[in-house]
C-alpha cells in the first residue's frame, strides 16, 4: 500500500529564514513525487513534480529513494509562501491515476 | 476556459437529507476525481472515473455515489446526509496518461446539522 507521510502540521517561520517541509513515503514500485499548495481562498494547484526537476517559486525538491523521501526546501521564505502544502505520490504502475496526498503542513511565514 | 467549475461552494444539510454536489470541466479530461479535506487529515479519494461510465470507489466511498455519463460532468451524491460527511469537498480532474497534473475546482464545503 502506499502512503504519505507529512509530519509537521504547522511550521512557523521568519521571512528570509529558510524552510523545509518534510515528506515521506511508502511505496514498493518507482513512485511519482509531487508537492501540491493552497494558498488563502484559492484552489489546491501544483507546486513541482521530482521528474521536473525545477525550482519554482524558490522551492526545489529532491526524491530521495534510499530514504523514501520527498523534502520542499526553500533558502530564504516570503511572506507570500504562507499556504497549505500537499505531497502527493502517484504509483507508476497505477493506471488508474490514483494519488495518495499527505495529511498537509500549514506554514505561516511572519515578517 | 473555466477548468473545473464545482457547484454549490457553501451547503449546510439537516442528518437524513440528500444533496448532489456538482463537478463539471472543460478540459476535455478523462480522468476526474472526487476528494474530501477533513483538518489534520488531508485529502481522501472518494471516487473517481477514468472515462465516461466508468467509475470506481476510492479510500472512503460510504455514503456516497458518483455518476459520469459524460466526459465534461461527475456529480457526487451524498445519500442520507450523516454528520460525519461535514467536510470540504474537491473535485479533480487530469488528462489520461501518466502522471500528470491534478487541476483542482475550488471546493464545496458542506456542513449536517
Known amino acids: 500500500a502506499q502512503r504519505v507521510t507529512q509530519p509537521e502540521k504547522l511550521l512557523s517561520v521568519f521571512k528570509g529564514a529558510p524552510v523545509e517541509l518534510k515528506c515521506n513515503y511508502s511505496?514498493?514500485?518507482?513512485?511519482?513525487l509531487f508537492w501540491y499548495v493552497q494558498y488563502s481562498r484559492q484552489r489546491l494547484q501544483l507546486l513541482l513534480r521530482?521528474?521536473s526537476r525545477e525550482s519554482i517559486k524558490g522551492f526545489t525538491a529532491d526524491l530521495n529513494k534510499g530514504e523514501t523521501s520527498f523534502h520542499l526546501k526553500k533558502p530564504f521564505a516570503q511572506e507570500e509562501d504562507s499556504a497549505m502544502y500537499y505531497c502527493?505520490?502517484?504509483?507508476?504502475?497505477?493506471?488508474?491515476?490514483?494519488?495518495?496526498f499527505g495529511a498537509g503542513t500549514q506554514v505561516v511565514v511572519t515578517p | 476556459n473555466a477548468g473545473v467549475t464545482q457547484t454549490p461552494k457553501f451547503r449546510i444539510l439537516k442528518i437524513g437529507q440528500s444533496m448532489t454536489l456538482q463537478c463539471a470541466q472543460d478540459?476535455?479530461?478523462?480522468?476526474m476525481y472526487w476528494y474530501r479535506q477533513d483538518p489534520g487529515m488531508g485529502l481522501k479519494l472518494i471516487y473517481y472515473?477514468?472515462?465516461?461510465?466508468?467509475?470506481d470507489k476510492g479510500e472512503v466511498p460510504n455514503g456516497y455515489n458518483v455518476s459520469r455519463s459524460t466526459t465534461e460532468d461527475f456529480p457526487l451524491r451524498l445519500e442520507l446526509a450523516a454528520p460525519s460527511q461535514t467536510s470540504v469537498y474537491f473535485c479533480?480532474?487530469?488528462?489520461?496518461?501518466?502522471?500528470?497534473?491534478?487541476?483542482f475546482g475550488e471546493g464545496s464545503r458542506l456542513t449536517v446539522l
Open positions: 479533480a480532474s487530469r488528462i489520461t496518461g501518466g502522471a500528470g497534473e491534478l487541476f
Open positions: 511505496y514498493s514500485g518507482s513512485p511519482e
Open positions: 521530482h521528474i
Open positions: 502527493a505520490l502517484h504509483g507508476a504502475t497505477d493506471s488508474w491515476g490514483k494519488f495518495q
Open positions: 478540459m476535455n479530461h478523462n480522468y
Open positions: 472515473s477514468v472515462g465516461a461510465g466508468i467509475t
